[in-house]
């Protein structure tokens, strides 16, 4: 299958800072790509949905000045964690689609974990 | 509102165990349906999928059961082995729409 890279696969970082994560498709074109927040022994919150060249589309309660993402190639999306907080650590992944139209398998990252102290 | 429903939450099975894992949805209007496996600090990765119009899908030692009527479908996973032991998500997702709508997952642990 196609393979979703993420970068970084953790970060530890202050409370009040900002935090980039960001995922790649390595072998194929992502017109979509998904960000995902998971709780320990929770399941996976679609936060947002991004497709190439324009806004993201966010869930409901997702703070869109918070979470900032950025789709600006067909292989590379970044979620920006802005002003992090200790109740923002989790484990974020992303996953890629390359259909342009009805379901398409979709390859997940291996996902980041963020520890805000 | 949960779409999607999944239990147990948990389930140890010894090897060679057939651990099954039941998930029932809401939505009619979902016309795919995905398991995922997930280990621990991994992303979720495609186990089988199967579609409404089909009451059974088998790859390798996984299978999906369909019953469209009760609006449930479940996973077996036949012998088991320790190498199993993940976290299992059923998922669904409607034509038209890009998102998958997961369930709330179920960690299984097959004993040696």
């Known amino acids: 299958g196609a393979v979703v890279s993420q970068h970084p696969s953790w970060v530890i970082c202050k409370s009040g800072t900002s935090v980039k994560i960001e995922c790649r498709s390595l072998?194929?074109?992502?017109?979509?790509m998904f960000w995902y927040r998971q709780f320990p022994k929770q399941s996976l919150m679609l936060m947002a949905t991004?497709?190439?060249?324009?806004?993201?589309?966010?869930e409901q309660g997702v703070e869109k000045d918070k979470f900032l993402i950025n789709h600006a190639s067909l292989t590379l999306s970044t979620l920006t964690v802005t002003s992090a907080h200790p109740e923002d650590s989790s484990f974020y992944i992303c996953?890629?689609?390359?259909?342009?139209?009805?379901?398409?398998?979709?390859?997940f990252g291996p996902g980041t974990r963020l520890t805000v102290l | 509102q949960q779409q999607v429903k999944q239990s147990p939450q948990s389930l140890i099975v010894q090897k060679g165990g057939i651990p099954i894992i039941n998930c029932a949805y809401e939505?009619?209007?979902?016309?795919?349906f995905p398991w995922y496996q997930q280990f621990p600090g991994k992303g979720p990765a495609l186990l089988i999928a199967?579609?409404?119009?089909?009451s059974e899908k088998k790859e390798g030692r996984f299978t999906i059961s369909f019953n469209k009527s009760a609006k449930q479908f479940s996973l077996h996973i036949m012998d088991s082995q320790p190498g199993d032991s993940a976290t299992y998500f059923c998922?669904?997702?409607?034509?038209?729409?890009?998102?998958?709508?997961f369930g709330s997952g179920t960690r299984l642990q097959v004993q040696p």
């Open positions: 199967i579609r409404p119009d089909v």
């Open positions: 072998d194929f074109q992502a017109t979509t």
């Open positions: 998922a669904a997702i409607r034509t038209g729409r890009r998102a998958l709508t």
């Open positions: 939505n009619t209007a979902f016309d795919y």
């Open positions: 996953s890629a689609d390359a259909g342009t139209s009805g379901y398409n398998e979709q390859f």
């Open positions: 991004s497709n190439e060249g324009s806004k993201a589309t966010y």
